[in-house]
Each structure stands twice: as C-alpha cells, then as structure tokens.
C-alpha cells in the first residue's frame, strides 16, 4: 500500500525519506494505485538536469479528465464538484455534480472539435470565473488540445502577446464579465487583441452579462447554440504521459512572458498528492481556493488536483469587497467551507478592515487555512490564525510557483507544527537546497542563501514554448545540476524554511545582505503602518541605501510624518539592526501591484533611483494609476 494519505509527523518523515532515497519505487507505488491509465509507464523517470530533460512516467497512457470526472461517476456520481457562487450575492449559487460536469465537458469537448480544432491545437481561455472556465480547461484536455489561460484581467495587449507566442487557433471568452458593481467588456478587449494577430480562426462567446457585443462574421460564435446540438458523449483522446496538457504564462524579467509548458501524467499525479496531503481532504468536505483560474493556483488547486481527488471545489466569481469586506467570510458560512486557500495580499487587505466584518458570520466550519502567493508577514499570520482561524485551524504557508506545477515548500496541517511566516518542511519527494553566491550548497541548519531543487519532482515544468533555451538559462545554469527558482531562502535551526523573497529583491547594504521580506514585517508592527514595500537605491558610501513606500492606515494619516519614520526606523532597528533603517520613506495611498498581488518592485526601483524614463510595460498593472501617484510624491 502507498502513503497516498500522511497522517502524522512520523509517517511524513518516514514517507520523505522513502520518497528520496527511492524516488522511483515511491512514485510508481502512487500512480499505480491512485489513477487511472489506459497503458502502464515503461519508466518511472528520465532526466538530465543539464540538458534540461525530465519525463515521468514515460510510455503511459491516460486522459487526466478520466481521472478527474469518468472514474468518479459510479461512487460520486451525484456529489457536487464544482460549487459556484457568483459575483451577486443574491443570484444562486450552482451545485454541479460529477454526472453534469462529465456531461457539460464533453459536450464542450464536441463542440471544440466540431470547430476543427484536434490534438495539439492551442486554444487561448479568457473567460471570467465562471462554471464554463473550469469545463472548458477539462474540454480542452478530453481531446488533447493544448490550453493557454490568459488571466481575464489582463489588456489587449498583453492577451495579444500570448496568443501570438504559441500561434492560438482558438480563443474562448465572454459577452463580459461581472466585477462588483462593474462589468468589464472582456469581448471588446479580444477584438482588439485580434486585430494584432493573424493565427485566431475562431472565438465562441459565452453569454455572461447580456450585453450587446459585436459578432464579427464567420469568426465569432455564440458558445450556447453549438453546445445545446452536441452530443453529450465523447471518448477521451488518450495521450502520452509526456504530451503537453497547459501552456500558462509568467512573468520574467525580460518583457517576453514565459510560457510554462505543463505535461499531463506528472502533473496530475503530483497536483493530485499535494491536494490530498496539504488540504487534508476528506470526503464530504468543500474545499475553496479564491484564486483565479488565471493563475497556476487555480488551474492546479481548484481544477486538477481538486476534481482528481473526486473533491467539491468552490468557483468564486466575485471580490472580496462586493457588496461588503465581509463577503469571504459570508461565503464561507453559506456553504459550509472546510478549507480556505487564499493570498497574502487579501489577508492583509481583509485585516486592515473592521473585525465586524469577520465576527458577524459563523466560520466553525473551517478546518484549514492555506496562503500562497508571497512571503506573509507576521502580522498578517496571526491575525489569519486569531480571527479566521481562531487559532484552532492550522494555516499552510505552501511556496511554489507556476514553474513547479505543484506544491513544494509546506506543512502539513494537523502532521507538522506551524510556525509563523515559515513554510516548514519540503513536501514528499522535494529535495531542496541552500546555495551560496559561489555555487556551492550551504549545508546544515540556521544558514540562508537561494532556494534550489536538486531533484525532479514529477510536476515540474519541461520546458518554455519555443524557448528551450531560455528554459535552461534561467533554472538550470546558475547551479550546476540543480533547478533554480529566484527566490532566497532561510532553514532554521530545525530545518524549517522560511521563503526571504526574490532574490533580486535581496539589497546590499554597506556589504549587508538585507532581504525585503523581514524588513517590511518589521515595519508592518508599527500600528500605524498598513503595508510597505523595500527597494535598494545607490548610495555613495554605503553601496546601496534603502527607499521604503509605506501606506499608511486610517489611523495614521493623521500623524506627523516625521515622527513617523523616526518610530519606524526605531522598529526596524529593533527587529533587525540600524544597518537596516531606511534613508528615504515615501507615505502612499497604493503601491503598483500584478494582477495575482504581488508587488512591481522593478517600478519602485526605477522612481527611488530616479530613472523614470522608461518604466517598462505598466500594463498588466492591478492599478496602473498610482504609478503617476507615486512619481509625483517622489523623495
Ligand atoms: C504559486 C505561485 C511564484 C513566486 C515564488 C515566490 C512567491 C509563492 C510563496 C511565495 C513566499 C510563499 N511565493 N508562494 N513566497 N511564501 N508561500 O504563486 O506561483 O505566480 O509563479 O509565483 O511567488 O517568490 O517564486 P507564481
């Protein structure tokens, strides 16, 4: 029997070393008992870090959407897999069962193939949260064709860029999208993104908000009339453990986005795993993860790895500040949520807001609290774990990113004691390292430097589309043989881990290497401070000089300024030491931040060091108006 399940902190233990000393036998045992295939693997794993070359499960066939829908049919046939709630609190919410969603993905799937599109075709996704986002991923994967969400969020431009990079034949998308009180035109944002493309023969439009959008002939068709004539067969395409299943897009730091290229046997065993061990999902729970199916969060924690494990996730197509602040934790007592995935950046925002919001609903449904996004700061810790938890719910700080296909960094809830701030310990079969600037690995415990993964782990990305290159030099040549992620990286004196930020963000100061992470925590305790954000600009003397952007709370903007950053440099003297104070400290309204919350730090480098010439694309800003902001008010 494998450890599909881990329970407590000796089976971990016990388990992680298994799946290290034998990673082989370890993942074998896991996909033979857990999944379904049509054709066992040949081998368990190839690779070569230098070339760079990985394939998991090599000569196997599946379709991931037979795992994720058809083998669930007989036992949980009527059990809700996707719960919806719309933006509207009063519209209802949709409990789709394993039968409908089976049902509603293959006539999806016929309706993609009835408009030419076959095994391999790329098909851009750019639809708002809605139950025909998540069906048509599955669609796409029932026939092998390839797709490429592009986060609904994003501008024309910035769609344009992604379609054009894997040549798109396909773009599926909506009348429009509800946001709040807003709608946003997404329609009109593809039409223009098409007019700087040549590859896209055909959009279907799923109707959202009735509004009165322009169809353009012979290209655009309404998605409900092709659906409501398909048939509700259709045999999965049965695909090599190896054939790509995703392209998703991040960020580099070159212009050119990335286009991560997930393939389908690897993936589902390892988006699967984690789910079931870091949610500690049991049968009758409803699980929620508010991020968007944009992200890799999404397609990995609300599509895959949720429905593989015959799981109800909820689709949240709203904000959380619609109608009010409390509209989370209403959520959450409407239907019952055992456990709650959500980021950094919402914690916080949700914290700065009044306690009445949280302590009006009852939430002693939630069971585990999970964030992923960014490092989160203490105080946003404890007050995720006194409020929402109410310090009964373990929170799982889970690092990884859309390279890594899956969950890496983590506790386990109820298996390994919480820390705050800290991920903790390396899930099953991740074999991290501490590198130092020389290349060489910094062993042993109470050490920091980069954060590097020595071993592949079967969600691993395989390569970027078209760039293999560029794949390789920016994980696989900064250390020899080892994967290279971008971030920095502390192991405590028990060997935890605690993430200290990109390590572009790491600022030399008078030779000190100073992550942004801590010093903004530290700055965070000031009870005055919402949020704040570190960037490094040149100094005579000391190399480099630290620039703080601090957005005040309520409460303090009505204090003088200049006491202000006096309590503020006391605090970080406090928590770090003066070599840490800040030489210049800009009070704001907003700092510019990316559609998934993650602060530009690139853009506050450029206005600290004075070079706001060419500020780079602010496009796929959240909030692109208060670059402007922060110039003017520049130190
Ligand atoms: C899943 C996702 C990846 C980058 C990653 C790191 C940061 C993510 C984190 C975290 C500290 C955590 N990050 N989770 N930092 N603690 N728990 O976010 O993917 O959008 O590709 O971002 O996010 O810097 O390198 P992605």
Same mark, same amino acid.
């Given at each position: 029997m494998s450890n599909y399940h881990i329970k407590h902190l000796e089976e971990y233990y016990q388990v992680y070393r298994k799946s290290v000393r034998e990673p082989e036998n370890f993942w074998e045992e896991?996909?033979?008992?857990?999944?379904?295939?049509?054709?066992?693997?040949?081998?368990?794993?190839?690779?070569?870090?230098?070339?760079?070359?990985?394939?998991?499960f090599e000569g196997a066939k599946l379709n991931i959407t037979e795992n994720c829908i058809d083998r669930h049919l007989r036992t949980k046939g009527d059990k809700t897999a996707i719960l919806f709630e719309p933006n509207n609190p009063e519209e209802?919410?949709?409990?789709?069962?394993?039968?409908?969603?089976?049902?509603?993905?293959? !006539?999806?799937?016929?309706?993609?193939?009835?408009?030419?599109?076959?095994?391999?075709?790329?098909?851009?996704?750019? #639809?708002?949260?809605?139950?025909?986002?998540?069906?048509s991923l599955l669609a796409c994967a029932r026939i092998g064709a390839i797709h490429s969400v592009v986060f609904a969020g994003f501008s024309s431009t910035a769609l344009a860029t992604r379609i054009n990079d894997c040549d798109c034949k396909m773009v599926l998308t909506s009348d429009g999208s509800f946001r709040?009180?807003?709608?946003?035109?997404?329609?009109?944002?593809?039409?223009?993104?098409?007019? +700087?493309?040549?590859?896209?023969?055909?959009?279907?439009?799923?109707?959202?908000? +009735?509004?009165?959008? +322009?169809?353009?002939?012979?290209?655009?068709?309404?998605?409900?009339?092709?659906?409501?004539?398909?048939?509700k067969d259709c045999e999965p395409e049965i695909m090599n453990a190896e054939d790509p299943l995703f392209i998703l897009y991040t960020s580099g730091s070159t212009g050119q986005p990335k286009g991560m290229v997930h393939t389908t046997a690897g993936y589902m065993v390892f988006t699967a795993y984690t789910f079931k061990n870091v949610f500690q999902y049991n049968n009758d729970d409803v699980y929620w993860c508010t991020a968007d199916i944009g992200w890799v969060t999404g397609h990995s924690y609300i599509v895959y790895g949720p429905l593989? +494990?015959?799981?109800?996730?909820?689709?949240?197509?709203?904000?959380?500040?619609?109608?009010?602040?409390?509209?989370?934790?209403e959520v959450v007592q409407k239907h019952k949520i055992n456990q709650f995935y959500t980021a950094p950046t919402a914690i916080r925002a949700l914290a700065k807001q009044s306690l009445d919001f949280v302590e009006k609903y009852d939430l002693s449904s939630l069971k585990v609290l999970?964030?992923?996004?960014?490092?989160?700061?203490?105080?946003?810790?404890?007050?995720?774990?006194?409020?929402?938890?109410?310090?009964?719910?373990?929170?799982?700080?889970?690092?990884?990113?859309?390279?890594?296909?899956?969950?890496?960094?983590?506790?386990?809830?109820?298996?390994?004691?919480?820390?705050?701030?800290?991920?903790?310990?390396?899930?099953?079969?991740?074999?991290?390292?501490?590198?130092?600037?020389?290349?060489?690995?910094?062993?042993?415990?109470?050490?920091?430097?980069r954060l590097c993964i020595k071993f592949p782990w079967p969600g691993i990305a395989r390569t970027i589309w078209g760039n293999h290159e560029r794949y390789r030099d920016t994980y696989f040549s900064a250390y020899k043989g080892m994967y290279f992620s971008g971030d920095g990286a502390l192991r405590d004196e028990v060997?935890?881990?605690?993430?200290?930020?990109?390590?572009?963000?790491?600022?030399?100061?008078?030779?000190?290497?100073?992550?942004?992470?801590? %010093?903004?925590?530290?700055?965070?305790?000031?009870?005055?401070?919402?949020?704040?954000?570190?960037?490094?600009?040149?100094?005579?003397?000391?190399?480099?000089?630290?620039?703080?952007?601090?957005?005040? !709370?309520?409460?303090?903007?009505?204090?003088?300024?200049?006491?202000?950053?006096?309590?503020?440099?006391?605090?970080?003297?406090?928590? %770090?030491?003066?070599?840490? !104070? #800040?030489? !210049?400290?800009?009070?704001?309204?907003?700092?510019?931040?990316?559609?998934?919350?993650?602060?530009?730090?690139?853009?506050?480098?450029?206005?600290?060091?004075?070079?706001?010439?060419?500020?780079?694309d602010t496009s796929t800003l959240l909030n692109p108006e208060v670059v402007q902001s922060i110039m003017d008010n520049a130190l």
């Open positions: 896991i996909a033979e008992e857990h999944f379904m295939w049509r054709k066992k693997w040949d081998k368990v794993l190839s690779w070569d870090f230098s070339k760079p070359e990985v394939k998991w209802k919410a949709q409990h789709i069962t394993y039968k409908q969603l089976h049902e509603r993905v293959c !006539k999806m799937a016929n309706v993609l193939k009835d408009q030419g599109i076959k095994k391999g075709d790329r098909v851009c996704i750019y #639809l708002p949260m809605i139950p025909e986002l998540a069906i709040g009180e807003k709608t946003i035109d997404l329609k009109g944002i593809v039409d223009e993104a098409l007019g +700087n493309t040549q590859c896209v023969e055909t959009v279907l439009v799923v109707k959202r908000i +009735n509004s009165g959008i +322009n169809m353009k002939k012979g290209r655009d068709k309404w998605m409900q009339p092709l659906l409501d004539k398909a048939s593989a +494990n015959g799981a109800t996730t909820v689709m949240f197509e709203g904000v959380p500040t619609y109608p009010d602040w409390g509209r989370f934790w999970g964030t992923v996004g960014e490092p989160i700061n203490d105080e946003a810790w404890k007050w995720y774990n006194d409020n929402i938890g109410k310090k009964k719910s373990p929170i799982v700080d889970t690092w990884w990113q859309t390279e890594t296909g899956g969950i890496m960094i983590t506790p386990i809830p109820f298996v390994t004691p919480t820390k705050p701030t800290y991920a903790t310990l390396p899930f099953i079969g991740v074999q991290p390292a501490i590198m130092d600037e020389n290349g060489n690995e910094i062993k042993g415990n109470q050490v920091d430097g060997g935890y881990y605690r993430i200290t930020g990109r390590v572009d963000d790491v600022i030399i100061v008078s030779g000190h290497n100073l992550g942004t992470a801590p %010093i903004e925590d530290a700055i965070n305790e000031h009870p005055a401070v919402a949020e704040s954000a570190i960037v490094g600009f040149p100094h005579d003397i000391k190399g480099n000089a630290l620039y703080g952007y601090v957005i005040l !709370k309520e409460t303090g903007e009505s204090r003088d300024q200049n006491n202000l950053r006096k309590e503020i440099n006391q605090i970080i003297a406090e928590h %770090i030491g003066p070599i840490a !104070k #800040l030489d !210049k400290i800009q009070f704001t309204q907003g700092l510019p931040k990316t559609r998934s919350g993650k602060i530009m730090r690139r853009i506050l480098r450029k206005i600290a060091q004075k070079d706001t010439g060419d500020l780079g």
